[in-house]
């Protein structure tokens, strides 16, 4: 069982497939979510749109900053914000993309965010 922050998920997932939508071209977004064995959830937001050179994916976390050609399309806050509140949850974001081929951001999060406490029942069950 994953245990976190469900509205900093949301936020993060919104953030997300916003960018997917906005830079997508209209074409399919995929979202899926899948359980690691003892460690947490892997969530992936894949887009088959412009895409994003491989120099600019570290860039594409600062505050402020825009690549490509669709610059115009928001603030450049929504990927550095979700990145701190991923790390906030104890977990990491990353991407994969191209020129042409599309974007894929991964959210990895563990099966218990640090700042989410255990129930005491749990607590006393496994002492």
């Not at 894949?46 to 600019?56: H, L, N």
């Not at 914000?81 to 974001?93: D, H, K, P, V, Y």
């Not at 042409?100 to 640090?114: A, D, K, M």
């Amino acid at each position: 069982m994953l245990r976190t922050d469900a509205k900093r998920v949301r936020q993060i997932l919104l953030n997300l497939l916003s960018n997917a939508v906005k830079f997508g071209d209209g074409k399919p977004i995929h979202l899926r979510c899948i359980p690691l064995l003892n460690a947490g959830a892997s969530l992936t937001v894949r887009d088959e749109g412009c895409g994003i050179a491989a120099e600019d994916h570290a860039r594409i976390f600062d505050d402020f900053v825009q690549v490509g050609e669709q610059q115009d399309a928001g603030t450049g806050l929504g990927l550095p914000l979700s990145r701190r509140l991923a790390e906030l949850l104890g977990g990491t974001i990353d991407v994969q993309s191209a020129p042409g081929v599309g974007s894929s951001f991964r959210l990895v999060l563990p099966i218990q965010n640090p700042a989410v406490p255990r129930r005491i029942s749990e607590s006393a069950h496994n002492e």
